[in-house]
Nanobody, 120 residues
């Protein structure tokens, strides 16, 4: 059974930091690129970060570049999103997503999300 379980969300003041984790099971983690998305109330879901299967390559949404980093531990089937200098506009539900390309089609798995609230 495929599972992606996010943790680490919470309430943090502006300028604060949070580290999100996503623990994966039920599939070969190292074969999947890992992505973090977020969705704020009334807004569409957006891709925040992407990390390659080996962790050697990362990409970020422009608005979080320089503030967020993404890493993974393939031995522990876990991906992380370190979020620094948080702003109120970072408030959203953050979702972990595993993606692989299988015969020309994407296969996606999703976590249930974790709430991040940036407020004083």
């Amino acid at each position: 059974q495929v599972r992606l379980v996010e943790s680490g969300g919470g309430l943090v003041p502006p300028g604060g930091s949070l580290r999100l984790s996503c623990a994966a099971s039920g599939f070969t983690f190292s074969n999947y690129a890992m992505r973090w998305h977020r969705q704020a109330p009334g807004k569409e879901r957006e891709l925040v970060a992407h990390i390659s299967t080996t962790g050697s390559s990362t990409n970020f949404l422009d608005s979080v570049k320089g503030r967020f980093t993404c890493s993974r531990d393939n031995a522990k089937n876990t991906v992380f999103l370190q979020m620094n200098s948080l702003k109120p506009e970072d408030t959203a539900i953050y979702y972990c997503n595993a993606r692989t390309d299988r015969s020309g089609s994407y296969v996606d798995y999703w976590g249930q999300g974790t709430q991040v609230t940036v407020s004083s």
